[in-house]
């Protein structure tokens, strides 16, 4: 996202260098859940009691901009929701390449967390297809990756008591992250 407001040369030439690097781990890490699904079913899932103004304050420096939460208290593993979160940003920075919005509602004894980008979205066809694990969307094409951030990100948020669900933005994707409330 800082590629989008940075103007000074050496900066960006930085930042394109930790994007490249960014890149390549994400890769290996596709490669690991790559091999089983089962595998994804043994990561330990510690769900704690957590601020949403914990959650705003994390996703406002992801996002680099203010983020308001409504206030409660969530039922979420912190370190599988930082996961999460970055599956779905880099799911918006490699396809979609605009800046994410976050906004939350309560709603059904859950916070609905939901991060927005302004790309081509995902054609409504597909929408529960690409959380498949391996599924991509048929846009696509010619972008590397293995199609398993969003199915791991589900798979994640659903151990957590959670939900994810993709829903068309025009333009763009809406990913919708549901946190039990807790109590």
Do not use: C
């Amino acid at each position: 996202m800082l590629t989008l407001t940075e103007t000074d040369p050496a900066r960006m030439a930085r930042l394109g260098a930790i994007r490249q690097k960014t890149t390549q781990v994400s890769a290996l890490l596709d490669d690991l859940f790559q091999a089983n699904d089962d595998e994804l079913e043994r990561l330990a899932v510690t769900v704690e009691e957590v601020s949403s103004r914990d959650l705003a304050a994390a996703l406002s420096t992801e996002l680099g901009q203010p983020v308001a939460l409504p206030d409660a208290l969530v039922r979420v593993d912190p370190r599988r929701w930082r996961q999460v979160v970055d599956n779905v940003l880099g799911n918006a920075a490699k396809y979609a390449r605009t800046p994410v919005e976050a906004s939350g509602v309560i709603r059904d004894r859950h916070l609905q967390i939901t991060l927005r980008d302004h790309g081509p979205g995902v054609p409504e066809a597909e929408l529960d297809a690409v959380l498949a694990r391996g599924a991509r969307g048929s846009n696509a094409e010619g972008t590397p990756g293995l199609g398993l951030g969003l199915h791991i990100g589900d798979r994640l948020i659903q151990r957590m008591g959670g939900g994810l669900e993709l829903r068309r933005a025009e333009p763009g994707l809406a990913v919708v992250l549901s946190l039990p409330l807790a109590g």
